[in-house]
């Protein structure tokens, strides 16, 4: 029986569920697997469980200095303390797994080096997809695969959001509202519903999956905030469903696309009937074709259990693998593609006068953007909501022609722009 010492950081609603995890499932864990899981001890302004005050740290030096201590759960998220507390962890040898994607994704180079510095293993499964296994997948089961495709619903409120959404017909800040009353949403949303968290870990995601660094900052990112219950509605009736996704893609000329953004999905689409706050995460390969992950994407137990399985899983290892890519912060293996070819649904408030559709429609001939449908609802007064649906453009031609259209005399506010895929 191999006896593993741990200490958490953090005991919120995971770290209180690393605790009790382990004290529920340590005799099957031992059976299964040969490892007993003891924790040590605890660092934590504030606790969401009973535990015994030898085991509390007063400070991260009480951890560091404890020989006996050989891993370390890292759930505090955020980047600061939690980055200077992991970093010396790794550097004095003390295997991390952790749950914090902000700080992984930004920061994984220096998380690395210093991994490698003390002999020590960086393991983050929980980063992503809560308790869904989907990095162990694309690192250990996924090696015959080109993998070419990557579509994410892996971020619970705000598909619990547009879920909402589009089952009841309610608008966005109705449905946020309830959501931070159901603790779904944080009191400040904005990591969620402007995909700052689906960013983190669409980079986290892409380039364990293309094998090399896609770096946070070089990925498309639009938020859900001007997604109305009107372009949901209308997409319903064309026969989709509207999803903030994270999507990366590997095209034939070995570049990269990788985006967050609300996205129309037929409703056939396996991701179309993620409801709810569940995570899913769909992957083309080149060898096992479509495959999809499901399950819960945060909380106590499911994030908990895909920490747990990293302490396992470290356990074995008798040299603990890096990143076997160029993940240094300058490197450039992987050429970001931002002219992306999709279909778009568009609509822009306009008056209700002759012409203003032919201005419209010249307007995206000009910039090479095809038609393929349009669609006029009644709306109020003088004004009416126009719905027109692409053929395949390329993103740089569809914006240039959606800034020339907002400027026209007719047209009413901001055009609301959806990407369409599948």
């Known amino acids: 029986m191999k006896e593993i010492k741990i200490a958490i950081l953090g005991m919120g609603t995971v770290g209180g569920g690393i605790y009790r995890l382990i004290q529920r499932?340590?005799?099957?864990?031992?059976?299964?697997?040969?490892?007993?899981l003891v924790v040590k001890k605890t660092l934590a302004l504030a606790y969401s469980v009973d535990v015994p005050e030898s085991v509390k740290a007063k400070d991260i030096d009480e951890i560091l200095s404890d020989g006996e201590i050989t891993m370390v759960a890292e759930v505090m998220g955020g980047i600061e303390p939690a980055k200077e507390f992991v970093l010396k962890c790794l550097k004095a040898g003390k295997t991390v797994v952790s749950a914090n994607k902000d700080m992984i994704s930004q920061n994984w180079p220096d998380l690395d080096a210093a991994a490698k510095q003390g002999g020590a293993g960086l393991y983050f499964e929980a980063a992503v997809g809560g308790g869904i296994p989907i990095l162990r997948a694309l690192t250990d089961s996924m090696q015959a695969n080109t993998v070419t495709e990557i579509y994410g619903i892996v971020n619970g409120t705000t598909n619990y959001i547009l879920s909402k959404m589009d089952d009841f017909g309610q608008e966005f800040d109705v449905v946020l509202k309830e959501a931070q009353e159901l603790g779904y949403a944080e009191a400040n949303p904005a990591s969620d519903v402007e995909g700052l968290d689906a960013r983190y870990k669409l980079s986290i995601l892409a380039s364990l999956a293309f094998h090399g660094r896609v770096p946070v900052d070089k990925i498309y990112l639009e938020g859900i905030t001007k997604v109305t219950r009107?372009?949901?509605?209308?997409?319903?009736?064309?026969?989709?469903?509207?999803k903030l996704l994270a999507i990366g893609k590997k095209l034939a000329d070995g570049s990269v696309e990788a985006r967050v953004h609300p996205t129309m999905l037929k409703k056939d689409h396996p991701l179309a009937s993620i409801k709810g706050s569940f995570n899913a995460i769909f992957i083309e390969g080149s060898a096992v074709g479509e495959m999809m992950w499901y399950g819960k994407g945060a909380g106590d137990f499911p994030t908990a259990s895909a920490l747990v399985s990293d302490m396992v899983y470290a356990a074995h290892q008798e040299v603990h693998p890096y990143a076997t890519f160029d993940n240094r912060y300058e490197a450039d293996q992987v050429i970001i593609n931002d002219n992306w070819v999709t279909e778009y649904y568009v609509r822009v408030d306009v008056l209700d006068q002759p012409g203003v559709l032919a201005r419209i429609a010249g307007l995206f001939g000009a910039h090479n953007v095809s038609i393929e449908s349009?669609?006029?609802?009644?709306?109020?007064?003088?004004?009416?909501?126009?719905?027109?649906v692409t053929h395949k453009a390329n993103e740089q031609d569809l914006r240039a022609a959606i800034e020339e259209i907002a400027g026209l005399s007719e047209v009413l506010g901001a055009p609301s722009v959806i990407r369409v895929e599948k």
Not at 25 to 36: A, L, T
Not at 374 to 388: D, E, H, N, R, T
């Open 230 to 242: 009107m372009d949901i509605g209308i997409a319903r009736e064309l026969g989709y469903v509207v």
């Open 25 to 36: 499932e340590s005799k099957n864990i031992e059976h299964k697997d040969g490892v007993r």
């Open 374 to 388: 349009v669609l006029q609802k009644s709306g109020s007064g003088s004004a009416a909501p126009l719905i027109l």
